[in-house]
């Protein structure tokens, strides 16, 4: 009799808790009706009106134009003035604001860009690259960080979804707890956030003509492209293959896997005499290279003005409507020019150094011989790839090698800048990552540094895979060598620590630490994959046990088993580095 009533109880109990939880989702489904009823027709009033204005407008640039990179900006700014008078009016509290920040979340990565199979080994992992942006300074130059910059760190932590891809900024003077919490971040090994500095993001602006105060308000765009609102730019217009240019140089013009005459004719390799030849035959074949990818942008600009309009995002960009004007016919307030993306520094660097020293320097091979290990893609040539692996190897603070990376990136600025786009504006460099140092490759055969063929060449600022055996604070000290202010469409560092160096508060604050000297140095970003060799190895072999796994691929983060098998090789393949 008593189990009975207590059955009874019971399930009176479930029945009660079930029609509340009615009533509370009918609610809750009347306010989402209100709300979409509203916006985005009219300006929101509330901070949930305000999540959902933000999300019909990225639907509607979704729907219109199947989009990469269409980016929230600053959305701790924008959104802060909604979150701080919802709170004052008792309207809202931080665990509603955090629960619906976190479904922004979920909707931002439901959706996914449709691309071509091929076009896919560049940007791989179904990845939308809707980066977003908080911390930093304000227009005024003040520390703009805010309860929004910690709820969207806590977001990204707690959903652990792709998108959207978190950006912070980092200044000398940003709040201790706002760096803590993004060491912390990094320590639950998602690969997120990406960091940046703000200082260099500013200059990189500034030296594009923004006005000061708009260079301070600019936010991440794709990968690693500081951007403001008020732009049109193609921030990834064309990859450019270093690893290529260096290969015509040394082939006669001709890819050495193919034959066919692909750069400009150069002299026989056994006819350079010193080494300054080499790098001047890189350089002009670096040359042709950036001249074509040049005269093809700017034939895809005409096409675009003619062809391609873009009225929604033109009514969402200040300057079109006021000028009239579409997006594509240079109606935003700032039209800057396309970003050219270079592929392979480190290892041209590296192969540059290794044809310097083995032969021209301690004579241990020639031009000839190397040229035949080369086309024999280092097979009968064990030796002689030893001594070549043995060279000094950019990402190890070697000044040897860095000087070279620094030249290369410094002649790629120069060279582009000469040319000028449909609307007069100058073209722009890049060393970004996305996946494109795969693909690209693939069509490159062996190369000086030991590197063989159709292997991976080395993405934005980063090392070749591997090749970084020093510390993660010498990978940073010959990365911030290059001159990064000029490099506008930004620059990448990724490196791989093992999770026992941020598992605890001490490391967690080592880690800090590092960021700010990295930064002091004049570089702009850096970004950490702190998951170990042997859970990736596992995530490959049971794949449907871990499809919650992030690793960060290049200027963005995907789950882990949505990658190729060669790009997961690629990211394993990245030096684990065990202590600072």
């Known amino acids: 009799m008593e189990l009975c009533a207590w059955q009874a109880l019971f399930g009176c109990g479930q029945i009660a808790c079930r029609l509340r939880k009615r009533r509370g989702r009918k609610e809750e489904l009347l306010a989402i009706a209100s709300i979409c009823s509203r916006v985005p027709a009219d300006p929101p009033r509330t901070f949930h009106e305000a999540c959902q204005f933000v999300w019909f407008v990225q639907l509607g640039g979704i729907i219109s134009e199947n989009p990469l990179a269409l980016n929230l900006g600053r959305f701790d700014q924008y959104m802060y003035p909604f979150y701080e008078a919802d709170v004052k009016a008792g309207r809202l509290d931080r665990k509603k604001a955090q629960e619906l920040v976190e ?31 908080v911390g930093g300074r304000k227009r005024d130059g003040s520390d703009g960080t805010n309860e929004l910059s910690y709820i969207c760190l806590k977001a990204t932590e707690s959903v652990k979804t792709h998108q959207p891809g978190l950006s912070v900024r980092i200044h000398p003077d940003c709040p201790d707890e706002f760096l803590m919490a993004v060491a912390e971040l990094v320590s639950k090994g998602l690969g997120f956030p990406a960091i940046h500095s703000d200082r260099a993001g500013y200059e990189m602006l500034l030296q594009m003509g923004y006005d000061p105060e708009d260079a301070r308000d600019w936010s991440n765009c794709g990968c690693v492209v500081p951007h403001f609102r008020k732009t049109g730019e193609w921030t990834s217009a064309v990859n450019v293959n270093f690893g290529a240019a260096l290969e015509y140089a040394l082939n006669q013009g001709r890819s050495r896997l193919s034959g066919k005459l692909m750069g400009l004719p150069e002299k026989p390799i056994e006819e350079f005499a010193h080494f300054e030849e080499v790098k001047e035959a890189f350089f002009r074949q670096l040359s042709n290279l950036i001249e074509h990818a040049v005269i093809g942008t700017v034939v895809a600009q005409k096409i675009h003005m003619e062809m391609v309009p873009r009225p929604f995002l033109s009514a969402c960009v200040d300057g079109c409507l006021e000028k009239g004007a579409d997006l594509s016919k240079g109606g935003a307030n700032y039209n800057i020019g396309p970003v050219l993306t270079g592929i ?47 060279v000094p190897k950019y990402g190890n603070d070697d000044d040897y090698v860095d000087s070279l990376a620094r030249k290369i990136s410094d002649f790629y600025f120069k060279e582009t800048r000469k040319y000028k786009d449909v609307f007069g504006s100058p073209f722009n460099t890049a060393f970004m990552g996305i996946s494109n140092y795969v693909p690209t490759g693939k069509i490159v055969g062996a190369l000086p540094c030991g590197r063989r063929a159709r292997e991976p060449l080395s993405e934005g600022v980063s090392p070749f895979a591997g090749s970084d055996v020093s510390t993660p604070l010498a990978v940073m000290r010959s990365a911030a060598k290059v001159n990064h202010d000029v490099h506008s469409g930004g620059t990448l560092l990724n490196l791989r620590l093992n999770k026992s160096l941020v598992d605890t508060p001490r490391g967690r604050r080592n880690l800090a630490a590092m960021i700010q000297a990295f930064f002091s140095l004049g ?52 030096t684990e580095h065990g202590s600072y």
């Open 344 to 390: 392979g520094l480190g290892v041209v660097a590296n192969s540059l150094a290794a044809i310097k020293k083995l032969v021209f320097e301690d004579k241990i091979t020639s031009m000839g011989e190397l040229n035949l290990a080369l086309d024999k893609n280092w097979e009968g040539f064990e030796e002689l790839r030893k001594q070549a692996l043995g």
């Open 523 to 574: 570089a702009f970003h850096v970004q950490f994959n702190t998951v170990s060799t042997e859970v990736l190895r596992k995530a490959q072999a049971h794949p449907e046990q871990y499809r919650d796994l992030l690793v960060r691929v290049a200027g963005y983060s995907t789950q882990f088993v949505n990658l190729s098998r060669e790009m997961q090789d690629a990211i394993i393949a990245r």
């Open 103 to 133: 479904c922004l979340w979920l909707k931002l990565s439901e959706w996914v860009w449709t691309i071509s199979s091929n076009t896919a080994n560049y940007f791989a992992g179904y990845n939308q690259f809707q980066n977003l942006t």
